[in-house]
Nanobody, 121 residues
């Protein structure tokens, strides 16, 4: 059974920083793209950033220059360094991964349970 477990969320003042971590565990053959999404109250879930296995990343316009995504393939982990946090960054942040459990399996998409990030004024 595959699990994505996030950590690192919390309460931070505007202008502060947080680092989110997500580790994939279980029977995993390979992981391709990993990413972070977020969902604020009353809004749809949106992409924040994603990164390929080779390290190519893209970001939502709203976080460019403030957030940085990285990954450690040896640990099946992805990270999100969030700097200069703004009130509008308040949301539940979800880890996401495209992975194969076995070499002959189709690639499937998995979600973590989410971690709350709250930015206060």
């Amino acid at each position: 059974q595959v699990q994505l477990v996030e950590s690192g969320g919390g309460l931070v003042q505007a202008g502060g920083s947080l680092r989110l971590s997500c580790a994939a565990s279980g029977s995993i053959f390979s992981i391709s793209t990993m990413g972070w999404y977020r969902q604020a109250p009353g809004k749809q879930r949106e992409l924040v950033a994603r990164i390929t296995r080779g390290g190519s990343a893209d970001y939502a316009d709203s976080v460019k220059g403030r957030f940085a995504i990285s990954r450690d393939n040896s640990k099946n982990s992805v990270y999100l360094q969030m700097n200069s946090l703004q009130l509008e960054d308040t949301a539940v942040y979800y880890c996401n991964a495209d992975l194969r459990v076995r070499s002959y399996d189709l690639q499937r998409n998995y979600w973590g349970q989410g971690t709350q990030v709250t930015v206060s004024s």
